[in-house]
């Protein structure tokens, strides 16, 4: 397994990713559109390992292409060539099917494969779940139940994109479910007798130690494998509901001891991250009966003030409120709160449910290694639809099968020894320098720039427009690395000591 991207997703970035999409329906040989989804989501090895021994694109006059509804634009022909003479050769182009190795559980309780839908829209009714289950979701966390008379705002998103117009920040004032409790409970009886052997989290909120009491038992009642109780929405802070409740121990022992009265099934806390940190909301779910934890849920947050109306978005009649942040900007948040709780000795060995930010199958391995049991996705599901829990479980299942591993739990915390809460413990005494790959190197001087003005001056630019580097000055940072457009830096193999 390459593991380093051979094609990354700006070689196809006109891709419009579509439903339906008019390039596989055109071509006789091969399903175009996963393919691309495949190289989109960091899984372009699974994708390689898929395809028939020839290559069908030599002598095709690329109907895929004509056929695009960004016609001209997506090199697809060319992407797929790529598989065949830069990935395949890289790999062992044998697929694997057998999906044994991802089966796990929460609690003792089995899954099918790691992946479940977050509490939120996407997992909010019979048909969503139903479709989700269909194309291979192990289970869902329901969107929360509570007893409230939920009524939504219009619109009620807003999101941050990237350079190249894709989404990595998302901001919703979401709440909570609006089907009434008799109606949630109808669902989870009917999703249960269809779909037995599907895993259905059940998040719920309650008003006071009573409505948690009485919604857990309400949940396992009608079938529900495990509880979530949402201690942690930031759109829920009105009278002592939602974040305001994770953000105070006594409140998450007292109402998780509640929850457990009312059930014996698995209990999972989840956590706020609108905090400093979250041992003491953990150990005072785990004093109260918690089985495990869900971490993270969103970041409080405002996005894209308006200059001209002075309004940030969403805007709802001239008005809008702090809000939930997710998206892939979080991931790094969501795995050191996820790590803490791994790490912390007193709450150490129980189930983590991670979520925050995971897209492709590489996201979900890192919270994985970092202590997570399972993962929750919400963000990447409003975007590209539950399709793509193919390749999470395709790129996961290669990975575990070419490192070795029978079964995913053996890769869960394995990152755990090499992460700590203070720099303090990093050795200091050598550099590693960055090195060029000329061959890739277009002479855009991005380098140079950023070690100039946001460095050490230790690039400078020879007449053949072509980096070169004072080791006097250089201090290892790789800064250069990072802003390269053409990934032609990489690092040094030996570390020197430093002079």
Known sequence: MSYERMIRREDMLP??????????????????????????????DCAAAGLPAENPCLTCD????????????VPIRELISRLYTEVRPTIDPVEIT??????????????????????????????????????????????????LDIHEASPRYSAIKGSDGSIVG???????????????MEIFRSLKEKYPTKFILASIMGKNEKEWEELARACQEV??????????????????MGSDIGQIPALVERFTASARRGCTI??????TPNVASMREAAEAAKRGGAD?????????????????????????RGMSAV????????????????????????????????????????????????????????????????????????????????????????????????????????ERDTVIFPKFDRKKCIGCGRCAISCSDGGHQAITMNDDRKPVLDGKKCVGCHLCLLVCPENAIATARKRIDRA
């Not at 048909?127 to 194309?135: G, L, T």
């Not at 998302?170 to 949630?184: A, G, T, W, Y």
């Open 15 to 44: 891709c419009s990713l579509c439903k339906d999409a008019p390039c596989t329906q055109a071509c006789e040989k091969l399903d175009c559109a996963k393919l691309l989804r495949s190289i989109w989501f960091d899984n372009e």
């Open 62 to 73: 690329a109907p895929c292409e004509n056929a695009c509804l960004r016609h001209g634009k």
């Open 98 to 147: 057998d999906e044994d190795r991802l089966k796990c559980d929460i609690c003792g309780a089995p899954l099918e494969n790691p992946f479940l839908l977050s509490s939120s829209v996407v997992a909010s009714n019979y048909d969503m779940c139903a479709r989700a289950f269909e194309a291979g979701w192990a289970g869902i966390c329901y969107k929360t139940i509570s007893t």
């Open 170 to 184: 998302f901001k919703n004032i979401e709440q909570l479910s609006d089907h009434s409790l008799v109606e949630n």
């Open 223 to 240: 079938g529900a494998d495990a509880i979530e109780l949402n201690f942690s929405c930031p759109n829920m802070a009105e009278d002592g």
């Open 266 to 271: 698995p209990l999972l806390a989840k956590l």
């Open 292 to 316: 495990g934890f869900a971490a993270i849920n969103t970041i409080k947050s405002i996005t894209n003030v308006n200059p001209h109306t002075y309004v940030s978005a969403p805007a709802v």
């Open 323 to 426: 809000g939930g942040y997710s998206g892939n900007a979080v991931k790094p948040i969501a795995l050191r709160f996820v790590a803490e709780i791994a790490q912390n000795p007193e709450t150490a060995g129980m189930h983590i449910s991670g979520q925050g930010g995971v897209e492709t199958w590489k996201d979900a391995l890192e919270f994985i290694l970092l202590g997570s049991s399972s993962i929750q996705i919400t963000t990447a599901v409003m975007q590209y639809g539950y399709r793509i829990v193919e390749d999470l479980k395709d790129g996961l299942n290669r990975y575990l099968a070419e490192k070795g591993f029978s079964n995913v739990r053996e890769a869960v915390g394995l990152a755990l020894d090499s992460v700590s809460p203070n720099t303090n413990v990093l």
